[in-house]
């Protein structure tokens, strides 16, 4: 069986930014490598809640990032992941936006992930959190995803 990996929103969005800066050339060429190298060898998952994300900015590149996301499985909220979102927040080791990375996480624990990928070093990929994530989510009797970047996987620096 195939590992399962949660596709944050930085993913798409890195995929086809429109970005110019070195920093966001750079995620945009590793995430491109890992999507041809890597994306097939596992399950592809993700959530209304990045595609909703991907509907901002401008349209052309919007549709592009979303369509990143056809055929794969969309994880709709339920009660379950609302109240996981909310622990996190409350425990401090999210930011306190029920939209954003907290419900990320949320979403890729409670579906039991193997790994949730992203470009979101501050709050997520950070290993100064992952002890924490990780005692939280046992207390709740969840496992906790690998969170990684891109980078990982291909060897370079995020």
Same mark, same amino acid.
């Given at each position: ?71 794969? *499985? $969309?994880?709709? %909220? !339920?009660?379950? +992941? &609302? ?55 046992? *207390? $709740?009797?969840? %496992? !906790?995803?690998? +969170? &990684? ?10």
């Amino acid at each position: 069986m195939q590992k399962r990996i949660y596709l944050e929103t930085t993913i798409p969005s890195s995929y086809y930014t429109l970005r110019t800066d070195e920093e966001s050339l750079v995620k945009q060429r590793l995430t491109r490598q890992w999507w041809h190298e890597y994306a097939e060898l596992f399950t592809l998952t993700s959530s209304t809640a990045v595609a909703t994300e991907l509907r901002r900015g401008e349209r052309e590149a919007a549709q592009k990032r979303l369509d990143l996301l056809d055929g794969i *499985e $969309l994880f709709e %909220p !339920t009660v379950e +992941i &609302t109240q996981i979102t909310q622990i996190y927040i409350d425990r401090l080791i999210m930011p306190k936006e029920p939209q954003g990375d907290a419900l990320h996480l949320a979403f890729a624990t409670f579906h039991q992930v193997d790994v949730l990928l992203t470009w979101n070093c501050a709050h997520l990929a950070n290993p100064n959190k992952f002890n924490f994530i990780i005692r939280i989510n046992q *207390e $709740l009797g969840l %496992p !906790t995803p690998m +969170i &990684t970047t891109p980078a990982d996987y291909l060897g370079g620096t995020s």
